[in-house]
T-cell receptor, first 116, second 113 residues
Framework: AQKITQTQPGMFVQEKEAVTLDCTYDTSDPSYGLFWYKQPSSGEMIFLIY??????QNATEGRYSLNFQKARKSANLVISASQLGDSAMYFC?????????????FGSGTRLLVRP | DAGITQSPRHKVTETGTPVTLRCHQTENHRYMYWYRQDPGHGLRLIHYSYGVKDTDKGEVSDGYSVSRSKTEDFLLTLESATSSQTSVYFC????????????FGDGTRLSIL
């Protein structure tokens, strides 16, 4: 079974509007972390935001926030006030606490295109 | 920015030839990883290392080997490259704390003809 599912292969958003990128996960580990990365067309992987399973509040980093719904096993990324530079691939990833390798399990990604 | 350098950045080679990709870090992190990225699959773990001479397999390890003789260097080798190994390869490093992100190198685009 897929551990990380991103159901939106591609999305459009109008500049200056907010957009939500979906991510659902599957784990039986009570301790885990969720990460979002951005990959622009230049190819590098840029870390955006982190949410721990025991964190009481949703994570925020500037224009990025994470809508964390633990019971639904979802960790959606919200980008507010979209900018043209937000056009990129976005990956959701999970790290399970019992995994001593600290490896990440990635979803297949969502390609976001911001329209002027 | 985390000090991670991948070399080469681009390589074209022929089926059956050996290929070695290098990852060099200046952060003194214990954990290092090799991923491959293919359309529709996100990033998939090939091998990882948790210390000098300590390595283990990931999800897609067949056809790949790794070595880590120094903390700063992690090598990925394709002993006999196949066209199915055409991909973009990323190296990543991680501190051994669960709430810290992995940091990635800029990737190596490998084409096997």
């Amino acid at each position: 079974a897929q551990k990380i599912t991103q159901t939106q292969p591609g999305m459009f958003v109008q500049e200056k509007e907010a957009v939500t990128l979906d991510c659902t996960y599957d784990t039986s580990d009570p301790s885990y972390g969720l990460f979002w990365y951005k990959q622009p067309s230049s190819g590098e992987m840029i870390f955006l935001i982190y949410q721990g399973s025991y964190d009481q509040q949703n994570a925020t980093e500037g224009r990025y926030s994470l809508n964390f719904q633990k019971a639904r096993k979802s960790a959606n990324l919200v980008i507010s006030a979209s900018q043209l530079g937000d056009s990129a691939m976005y990956f959701c990833a999970m790290r399970e606490g019992m995994d001593s390798s600290y490896k990440l399990i990635f979803g297949s990604g969502t390609r976001l295109l911001v329209r002027p | 920015d985390a000090g991670i350098t991948q070399s080469p950045r681009h390589k074209v080679t022929e089926t059956g030839t050996p290929v070695t990709l290098r990852c060099h870090q200046t952060e003194n992190h214990r954990y290092m990883y090799w991923y491959r990225q293919d359309p529709g699959h996100g990033l998939r773990l090939i091998h990882y290392s948790y210390g000098v001479k300590d390595t283990d397999k990931g999800e897609v390890s067949d056809g790949y080997s790794v070595s880590r003789s120094k903390t700063e260097d992690f090598l990925l080798t394709l002993e006999s490259a196949t066209s199915s190994q055409t991909s973009v390869y990323f190296c990543a490093i991680s501190a051994d704390t669960s709430n810290q992100p992995q940091h990635f190198g800029d990737g190596t685009r490998l084409s096997i003809l």
